[in-house]
């Protein structure tokens, strides 16, 4: 391109528009498929690895069914290892395939007998202040 440039200001000789037009294509296919054609081979070489996170979900209401089932269809990102509540009645049961763990009184025993990456809270209801207090 730069050549056709200088053909055309310095020595006054002028190219069709096509001649400019596939010069230009063609450099910009040469640099990003030089880019592309080294990014698959790196990532071929070396497969990117995701780091499962392991999540645990507070609250077994209608928020942590539909946040439980957006978590299991990306499975590939995360794991959703299971619930807790309050509601001492819901525990034992299965939600979306996944057992409801125990009380939320326990769950400091549940994250470290689970391997918890990320606690979600799904409790629409719960204060700031009662949700610190009990996490902490």
């Not at 440039?5 to 294509?25: C, D, E, R, S």
């Not at 790196?42 to 996170?53: G, I, L, M």
């Not at 299965?94 to 549940?110: A, M, T």
């Amino acid at each position: 391109m730069a050549l056709i440039l200088y053909f055309n200001i310095a020595k006054g000789i002028y190219f069709p528009w096509t001649v400019k037009a596939l010069t230009w294509f063609i450099s910009v296919s040469l640099i990003g498929g030089s880019k592309l054609i080294w990014r698959l081979y790196w990532e071929k070489r070396v497969p990117f690895k995701r780091r499962e996170e392991r999540i645990l979900i507070v609250g077994v209401g209608d928020a942590g069914e539909i946040i439980s089932r957006e978590i299991i269809k990306r499975s590939d990102l995360s794991e959703l290892v299971g619930f807790v509540d309050d509601d001492v009645n819901k525990i034992g049961r299965f939600i979306q395939n996944k057992k409801v763990l125990g009380s939320i009184d326990k769950i400091n025993e549940i994250i470290n007998k689970e391997k918890i990456g990320m606690v979600v809270i799904t409790i629409p209801s719960a204060k700031g202040s009662e949700i610190s207090k009990d996490y902490k």
